[in-house]
Nanobody, 124 residues
Framework: QVQVVESGGGLVQAGGSLRLSCAAS????????MGWFRQAPGKEREFVAS????????VYTASVKDRFTLSRDNAKNTVYLQMNSLKPDDTAVYYC?????????????????WGQGTQVTVSS
């Protein structure tokens, strides 16, 4: 069993920055990858970024790859999503997730353990 908890959301003006944190607990030694997903009102949950735990390699969706940076702290079992140059279209509930199994790191179906979500609102 793995538990994940997100934090760091809030209200920010367009062009501003936020840093989201996600701490994992439980059987963290079994984690293969961790990722961030987001869901805007009335829309499906979508992939944002993920990181492979063994080597720290990352994958980003095209709309954020030049603005967001995903990093990890191995000792703390924590991942961070640094979000810069935020746009109103980034407004969503952001979810952190973890998986113990191998697979396509952009796929929602790969991830088994989900946090409660943290709200990010970007105003114009």
């Amino acid at each position: 069993q793995v538990q994940v908890v997100e934090s760091g959301g809030g209200l920010v003006q367009a062009g501003g920055s936020l840093r989201l944190s996600c701490a994992a607990s439980g059987r963290t030694f079994t984690i293969y990858a961790m990722g961030w997903f987001r869901q805007a009102p009335g829309k499906e949950r979508e992939f944002v970024a993920s990181i492979k735990w063994s080597d720290g390699s990352t994958v980003y969706t095209a709309s954020v790859k030049d603005r967001f940076t995903l990093s990890r702290d191995n000792a703390k079992n924590t991942v961070y999503l640094q979000m810069n140059s935020l746009k109103p279209d980034d407004t969503a509930v952001y979810y952190c997730a973890a998986t113990r199994g191998r697979g396509v790191l952009t796929a929602l179906s790969l991830f088994d353990y989900w946090g409660q979500g943290t709200q990010v609102t970007v105003s114009s």
